[in-house]
């Protein structure tokens, strides 16, 4: 959910500057107006270290309280998601050391 308020939230000034995904990338410092499209459709999360070259970009300025709003909307969508659970534990071996064999090989 805020992650959706959030991608709203950089695509309404990027819209009011009149910029294409693609020019809107480039001045951020993104690969690809693809990846832009992914934070502003809530399919990727932004950090809060990388807000201000949004702010930049879309001239939002230090006074605006939109910058603020962003950066709380960015703090609470990467604390809110949901996170990956952790990897199964791999054994290395399916032998037992029991079995007479103890590596050696054979």
């Known amino acids: ?3 959706r308020r959030l991608g709203g939230a950089l695509k ?3 819209q009011r500057t009149g910029m294409n995904l693609d020019d809107a990338a480039a001045r951020i410092g993104l690969p690809s107006g693809t990846t832009l499209g992914k934070v502003e459709n809530a399919k990727r999360l932004v950090s809060t270290t ?3 070259a949004y702010f930049t970009a879309y001239c939002v300025g230090e006074e605006d309280a939109r910058r603020e709003e962003i950066r709380k ?3 609470l969508a990467g604390s809110t ?3 990956q659970p952790p990897a199964p534990v791999r054994r ?3 032998r037992s050391l029991s079995d007479g064999q103890h590596g050696s090989g054979r």
């Open 1 to 3: 959910m805020m992650l």
């Open 12 to 14: 309404t000034p990027r």
């Open 50 to 52: 990388a807000l201000d």
């Open 73 to 75: 909307l960015a703090t």
């Open 81 to 83: 998601r949901p996170r």
């Open 92 to 94: 290395c071996c399916t």
